[in-house]
């Protein structure tokens, strides 16, 4: 059963990658201009990448299947409101779909859904990447600015370090813990039992020594990002 739902797929994908061959003719027979060709081979690049035919892809838009063969031909542009709803349903920007962004510009929930970033840290990321105090749209088009270029260069070296990041983010929620214990035990602890203030000594060396520890695993992380800034 398996086998003969993965000839069908495959068949399938064989099928569009042909229709697609088939319209890259077209389009250098029918586009008018670059606006045009670039249109239509994003367009037709992007059914192609997620398997949608023109019928489907009708259906889902309400779009008639003749439009959408023109777009693909190079024939015809739609309007803007068409652009908008195509760009939506294929999970892009307007300006990806036209050929002009390299970068599909995935919402923040699709941000989300990916990377697990709430949304308050997209747009700090966000505000330090565009040099701007405060954000009302993540997908402004607001200018890029260098102003924090080489912080977020070293953030994203952090990142890359995946062992010391792992450490440095365990530390951090071993800290966290221990933190809450002494917290709560402070609050309901009773100053006359010996056994509660040595609790509260062991977790106070505890929350020290995980400080240490996190410390050490930035200082190598320190040495790691310096390391591919001075290579490169």
Partial sequence: MNDLKEKKEHSEKVKIEEISLNYEEKIKKNARNEEIKKFARRFNKLLEEKSISNKKFAIDTKISPASISNYRSGLTM?????????????????NYLLGIDECKKYSAQQIHNMLGLSEFAMEHLYSLRHNIPEVKYLDAEEPVSDVFKNQLETLSLLIGDKKNLIYILNSIERYIDKKNELKILKKTMDITDILEKNRVESLTKDIIHIKAEIQEYLYDSLDYIANKLLKE
């Fill in 78 to 94: 739609p309007n803007n409101d068409i652009l908008k709803l195509m760009a939506e349903k294929l999970e892009v920007s307007v």
